[in-house]
Nanobody, 120 residues
Framework: QVQLVESGGGLVQAGGSLRLSCAASGSTFSINAIGWYRQAPGKQRELVAAISSGGSTNYADSVKGRFTISRDNAKNTVYLQMNSLKPEDTAVYYC??????????????WGQGTQVTVSS
């Protein structure tokens, strides 16, 4: 089992910055990738950024150049640095882990989410 706990959300004015943290515990040795997703009221959940065990990253077009995902393997923690925040970034942000639990078996784990609100 994997447990994920997000933190760092809050209220910030447009143009400001926040850093989100995702702390993983449990059977973290078999996690292949960690991703940040977000969901705004009335909208579908979307991928924001992801980082693989090998360190490769990808970002949604809407956040490229503003958000940065990184890992601290010693702390089993993934970060999402969010700069130049816009009101449209307002959403609940969720941490997601893909874990290999058998040959050809990948399971997703989710945190409870942290609210990010950007005011104009």
């Amino acid at each position: 089992q994997v447990q994920l706990v997000e933190s760092g959300g809050g209220l910030v004015q447009a143009g400001g910055s926040l850093r989100l943290s995702c702390a993983a515990s449990g059977s973290t040795f078999s996690i292949n990738a960690i991703g940040w997703y977000r969901q705004a009221p009335g909208k579908q959940r979307e991928l924001v950024a992801a980082i693989s065990s090998g360190g490769s990253t990808n970002y949604a077009d809407s956040v490229k150049g503003r958000f940065t995902i990184s890992r601290d393997n010693a702390k089993n923690t993934v970060y999402l640095q969010m700069n130049s925040l816009k009101p449209e970034d307002t959403a609940v942000y969720y941490c997601n882990a893909d874990r290999e639990e058998g040959v050809g078996i990948i399971r997703d784990y989710w945190g409870q989410g942290t609210q990010v609100t950007v005011s104009s």
